[in-house]
């Protein structure tokens, strides 16, 4: 079981940036992938950028084509925490940010809901134009 809380977002305009932190619970986090998805209002949930377990310290990223460039995901294993780096924010940007998680063995990155055991809460993006 891992527990995860979301913090960081906010009310931004056009073209300013928001860093996203997702704390985890539990000793075993550098085995977990993890990844943010969001949804806007009347939309479903949608992938935005994932991470690999890590392994011997380093892992592998991918991203939404929408946020390519100018997102970034990262993880702290010390800290237990993964980070959503969003510059050049754009109004269409704005939806509730969640974290989520799922223990693996590999280090493939998935970019589905159905991938992922444990959800956050959320945290709510708005951007202004």
């Known amino acids: 079981q891992v527990q995860l809380v979301e913090s960081g977002g906010g009310l931004v305009q056009a073209g300013g940036s928001l860093r996203l932190s997702c704390a985890a619970s539990g000793r075993t986090f550098s085995g977990y992938a993890m990844g943010w998805f969001r949804q806007a209002v009347g939309k479903e949930r949608e992938f935005v950028a994932a991470?690999?377990?890590?392994?011997?310290?380093?892992?592998?990223?991918r991203y939404a084509d929408s946020v390519q460039g100018r997102f970034t995901i990262s993880r702290d294993n010390a800290k237990n925490t993964v980070y959503l780096q969003m510059n050049s924010l754009k109004p269409e940007d704005t939806a509730v940010y969640y974290c989520?998680?799922?223990?693996?063995?590999?280090?493939?990155?998935?970019?589905?809901?159905?991938?992922?055991?444990?959800w956050g809460q959320g945290t709510q993006v708005a951007v202004s134009s």
């Open positions: 991470v690999s377990r890590s392994t011997y310290g380093t892992y592998s990223t």
């Open positions: 989520a998680a799922v223990w693996t063995l590999y280090t493939n990155v998935d970019v589905t809901t159905s991938a992922y055991d444990y």
